[in-house]
Every structure is written in C-alpha cells, then in structure tokens.
C-alpha cells in the first residue's frame, strides 16, 4: 500500500474522526459550494469539477442549482446574498450582471487573488469578457464561458425545398412560409425565439433595435426610444405573427422551451443561444440530429445584422468563508481547458480566441469555425447596476406586445416614462 505524508491539516481531520486511517487522511478538508442554473449544463459541470477533485484531493465541490432562467436564478441569489448568507462560495453569473454585482458588493473583488499576473491572466480572455467583468477597475469575476445568438435551422427542409438559408428578416419569412405551406404539417412553427417576459425576451428587442441602426441610448447616455429604430422591433414580430411565420403563443416561450420545440422538430427557424447545438446533436430525444445548420441571425439588410451578446460569469460570494480556495477553483474553471471541456460537452462557446480553432471543439462544433467574429461583434445589453429594472421594463413591454395587450405606442410610451430615470444611473 501506498503510504503517504499527513498534511497537518489533514491529520487533525483525521484523528477527529478517531481513525487515522489512509482513507481519512485523504478526506477533503475544504467543502465548496457552487451556484448554477439548469440550462448553464450542471450536468458538464459536475464532470468538470470531478477533474478538479481528483487533482485536488483536499477540497469537495458540491453543486447547486436553480432557476430556469437567468433572472429567476438572481432572484433567488438576491435573497441569498441579500441575507449575507455565507453557504454559496461561487455563483455562475449571466454577463449582464457584475455591474449589479459590484454596487451591491456581493461579490468579492479578485485582483488580490491575481495579484501580479491580473493584467495578464485579463488580457487572454475575449475583450467583451474581459471588459465586462472588470466594473471600475476592478476584477468582480471570471468567464466561464461565451455567448451569443445564433440563427438555427432545419437544413434539410430547406435543401428538400431548395431555399438558401436566409441572411434578411424578409427572406426568413418567405423561407418560413413556404416550408410549412410545403410541409403541411399543422406542428411545425416558422420561426421560435423568447417572447415570455424573461431575460432573453430583452435580446427579442434589442436584436432588431440594433439591426435597423439603433441604440437604446445616444452618446451621452440618453434614451433615445424616438427614433424608427426603435419602432422597429415591434413592426418585425407584428408582421411575423400576422402571417403565422410566429406561433399564437410566443408571447409563452421561455429559451429552453424554444430549444425544445426544435430539437422536437416542430420548427423551421430558432434564434437561440449556443448551448442549443450541443442538446440538438448530443440528446437522446433529439428528432434534428444531423439536420440542423447554424448561421449568424438575419439582419433588415444582408450586412446589417446584429447579436446579442451573452455568457456566464464566476463571481466569489462577498460572504463566503472559503474565498482562496474559491479562487483556485475559479482559475481552473476559466481556463483553456475547461472552455475547451465546455466546447466539447455542452457547445458552451470558449472565452479565448485560440480554442475556437482547436481541432477537438470544431469536430464537436464545426460551426465554431464561423463563430468568433460574431461573438467579436455581438452587441451588449445596457451595462448599469439598474439592470434588474432596466431589463424587467424591456421584457414586459416586449412581452405585452406580442401577447397582444399593448400596442407599440403604449409598449414605447411605458419603456420611455420608466426607462428615462434609470438611465440617469451609473
Ligand atoms: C443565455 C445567455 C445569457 C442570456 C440568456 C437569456 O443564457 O448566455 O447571457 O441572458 O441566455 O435567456
């Protein structure tokens, strides 16, 4: 048998448990406690975090997960960090968040773990994360991994019916229409994206508001929601829903139940997020495997497209009793190989540039070989530590308008009224 040195830490552990056994000794001595949500892939995290155990046998990493989206995930964690609760020691993060995160010093700053190399550990990650995770100078979290959406679509409906895969909103809905007319098949939806009143229902407005030249703010840092950019959103989804290319309950659809509808083949077009190709490929339920293509989304012209930009953050809780060892564990999970883990078993999108081009990811997600310049450009959500309020009043007025209780006018008036005072906020 293999004898090996107590820690003294380890040895105190196990002549606590009155047995000083080799198996005790191995005991971990430090428990961590991560946060995740369930469409983050607990599941490849766990595996991620078995690795880490094996190679560090003194710490265990257990898994926590809620929320099905990301901001029913914060709500839970406002409850959790509002209480300085201190059993959560690492929380997955969507990127819209570390500037809410700083104001309310929820979580720890990391630049004395960095120490040194802070510049230089930065300076590897995508510049969208590294900018997005340094709030004020300082570092609030590190990537775990990248985002953004994407146009998926059935592609051998459109090889059968000879349509080219649409790079306008216009051709989208002519490619829609003449497949389900085609298919005759009363299940198959045209096209599928977020319209409940979720966090991603905010990029369901954005993504049209950027694509036809607008900004929710000028320069200054104004509101500028008179514009006919910002009308035109509503103008896109009315036309789509008035011509069935949309089903009549959009206005329901959370992310995961539109990936859902096509990986059950009961849709054309889906504007999603990365994380859809892996479960399209890999789930054992899946009725598109092989058949699915994924393309940058469509803009009002060929050129004019934008994305939003997404991805999840690893912030260390400002009360958890662990924060070195919190740390060790993040700089593993937001290194190369974890995005490159990530790539493979969840089609997560890496947060270095070199991984996209690793031979291993692109054979899991050819795809990826288009990717990185549209995640380079992908657009951001507002960056304030209102986002909380500033995406609630997107989503519900998006949300009321394709549900059919609000007009524009009125979806425009309110998002004025109650945006203008947020915006004021940095
Ligand atoms: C994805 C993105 C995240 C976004 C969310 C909205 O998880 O990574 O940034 O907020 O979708 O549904």
Not at 295 to 324: E, H, M, V, Y
Request: glycine share 6%.
């Amino acid at each position: 048998m293999n004898r090996r040195f107590f820690t003294a830490a380890s040895l105190a552990l196990a002549l606590a448990a009155g047995f000083a056994g080799e198996a005790e000794a191995q005991a971990p001595t430090t428990t961590l406690r991560i946060f995740t949500g369930g469409q983050q892939r607990p599941d490849v995290m766990r595996q991620i975090l078995d690795v880490y155990m094996q190679r560090n046998p003194g710490v265990r990493v257990d898994v926590e997960v809620g929320g099905a989206t990301s901001e029913q995930q914060q709500q839970y964690l406002n409850t959790v960090l509002a209480s300085r609760d201190p059993t959560l020691d690492v929380v997955l993060i969507d990127v819209i968040r570390p500037a809410q995160y700083a104001a309310a010093q929820w979580a720890e700053p990391l630049d004395a773990f960095l120490g040194a190399e802070r510049d230089a550990v930065m300076a590897r990650y995508l510049p969208a994360y590294r900018e997005a995770n340094i709030v004020n100078g300082r570092v609030i979290a590190l990537p775990y991994f990248a985002d953004a959406q994407f146009l998926f679509f059935r592609r051998d409906l459109l090889e059968k019916h000879g349509i080219q895969p649409p790079r306008t909103w216009d051709q989208l809905r002519e490619a829609a229409k003449t497949v389900m007319q085609r298919e005759n098949n009363p299940n198959l939806a045209g096209f599928l994206t977020a319209g409940a009143p979720i966090e991603g229902t905010v990029c369901t407005y954005m993504v049209p508001m950027w694509g036809a030249g607008g900004n929710l703010t000028n320069a200054q840092g104004q509101l500028q929601l008179n514009t006919p950019a910002a009308r035109r959103p509503f103008d896109l989804w009315a036309q789509m829903r008035a011509e069935n290319v949309t089903p009549p309950n959009i206005a329901e659809i959370v992310t995961d139940r539109a990936r859902q509808n096509f990986q059950a083949g009961n849709a054309v077009f889906n504007m999603n997020w990365a994380f859809n190709w892996q479960r399209f490929q890999g789930d054992a339920d899946s009725q598109v495997r092989d058949r699915v293509g994924v393309i940058p989304l469509p803009g009002f012209t060929p050129d004019s497209a934008a994305t939003c930009i997404g991805g999840w953050q690893l912030a260390i809780t400002a009360f958890s009793r662990n924060k070195q060892a919190a740390y060790n564990l993040i700089r593993f999970l937001s290194s190369p190989e974890v995005s490159k883990m990530q790539a493979i078993l969840a089609s997560h999108m890496p947060v270095f540039a070199e991984v996209y081009t690793d031979p291993d990811v692109l054979r899991a997600n050819p795809w990826f070989a288009q990717a990185l310049p549209v995640v380079q450009t992908a657009r951001s959500r507002p960056v304030t530590p209102a986002y909380p309020q500033v995406s609630e009043i997107i989503r519900t007025n998006m949300n009321a308008f394709l549900a059919g209780t609000r007009t524009a006018d009125q979806a425009l008036q309110d998002m004025t009224t109650r945006l203008t005072p947020l915006m004021a906020i940095r």
